[in-house]
């Protein structure tokens, strides 16, 4: 971390690719999700397997905590929720885990599969959409166009030339699932200052246990124990800590552009589909890849610097005293002035000018 004064203003060098890692790591897991679970399809029912990869991710992320606790002594060095941060968190379960999947499965009855592919990859668009027309994020054209070539790739690498085609009742029901996903991520965004491990395992607790009970009320199948075990386990990699990352992601790039990163996740699918189940990617794959890899290019070399101000503020969120933005004192001799720590703290009224991105203390009006 370099802080250069220069004329007033203070201009950071600070590393940007720590939270683009952590959104492509995201992706990693996601996408990874997919040929795994593929491979369980056939022991086991989508609305069970949904129930025990979301419940996976909520509890395995809990004995998580658990466990670094009993090792260390001490809680993950993150801020609690508090009581404000219980509507967005309610209103993302709600809307990402209980209303869109129902959505989308009575949608799909009536769309074909193909159409349905397609249109998942609206989500990426919509997050964009509300985070910027309704959470006022900051998006110069260099994003859009990266929000966009991401998303054309995802739509190329799933078109099918040969399956059924068509748009219908059932197909606007997939595109108002994708903006619930969207609602889901902007409001998560706007507690990524929070514990991610408390925020995903509230989240995967609260969408695994709807989804269970929707398999009892559906008479749906329940698979063997084993199977059960080895569904939760991937649930808690390629759901839980895939999620944890995204949220860590979000805290420092904002909903658009983590969720932009995230939408590589399906070639991430396809290329582990390959080294696992042996599928050869079409033509199609050829033709997205380095679309997808031109729109990620876009959103690595996003350049946004000018002079803002800072209002007076209070809160509480993990960080340290090398980001420019943190200099309040400490009397506690104990804490390590470059360590990273969380507590409540006061942000005084200033104005400077640096790179920056829309994490929790730029989100400023443009």
Known sequence: MVIIFKKGEVIMNKSKYYPVIMALLAAILFGASAPITKILLGKIEPVPLASFLYLGSGIGLMIFQLVNFIIKR?????????????????????????????????????????????????????????????????????????????TLASIILSWSFTNQWGFSIGSLGIIFACFCWGIDNNFTRNISSKNPFSIVTIKGIGAGTFSFILAIVLKSPMPQFKITVLAMIIGFFCYGLSIVLFVYAMRSLGSTRTSALYGTAPFIGTILSFILLKDIPNSMFIIAFPVMILGTIFLLKETHNHRHQHLALQHEHRHDHADGHHNHKHTDEQIIINAYHSHLHTHKATEHIHPHSPDIHHRHSH
Do not use: C, H, Y
């Open 74 to 150: 001490q809680k993950i060095n993150e801020a609690s929720l508090k009581k404000d941060d219980l509507k967005w968190l309610l209103g993302a379960i709600v809307v990402g885990g209980i209303i869109a999947p129902i959505i989308q499965m009575i949608s799909l009855k009536t769309t074909p599969a193909s159409t349905a592919s397609l249109l998942l990859n609206f989500e990426g668009v919509a997050t964009a959409i509300l985070a910027i027309v309704f959470f006022k994020e900051n998006a110069g054209r260099q994003v859009i166009s990266g929000v966009i070539l991401i």
